[in-house]
């Protein structure tokens, strides 16, 4: 089982980037999917997620407004669009999937997921 993130860069704060989650091995169909980041010397903390259902969606309040969420009709990707980066964005950003806990309901821990991708840098320069 692989996930895979891509799309992270280089950008100018106040711009945008969009991230994409792919995965091998597995079907998103039966996962409720995240997304999670961690910055130099802090710990992995939650970004969003959607609901196995794909009918929940949940964003922490730091991105809430700036960050969208979404995947297409059959859920062979999820992707996390960002807008309005600024510094407290850059990241190592990493998207995780679970076949655990409700089905219309959005896990927010790391201990909730059990397959991780490897990431994807995301710096946001001024």
């Known amino acids: 089982v692989q996930l895979q993130a891509s799309g992270g860069g280089l950008v100018q704060a106040g711009g945008s980037l969009r991230l994409s989650c792919e995965p091998s091995g597995l079907n998103f169909r039966d996962y409720g999917v995240g997304w999670f980041r961690q910055a130099p010397g802090k710990e992995r903390e939650f970004v969003a997620g959607m609901s196995r259902s794909t009918r929940a969606y949940s964003y922490a309040d730091s991105v809430k407004g700036r960050f969208t969420i979404s995947t297409d009709a059959s859920k062979s990707s999820v992707n996390l669009q960002m807008n309005r980066l600024n510094l407290e964005d850059t990241a190592v950003y990493y998207c995780?999937?679970?076949?655990?806990?409700?089905?219309?309901?959005?896990?927010?821990?790391?201990?909730?997921?059990?397959?991780w991708g490897q990431g994807t840098l995301v710096t946001v320069s001024s």
């Open positions: 995780a999937a679970t076949a655990r806990g409700p089905y219309n309901g959005v896990a927010k821990r790391s201990v909730d997921y059990d397959n």
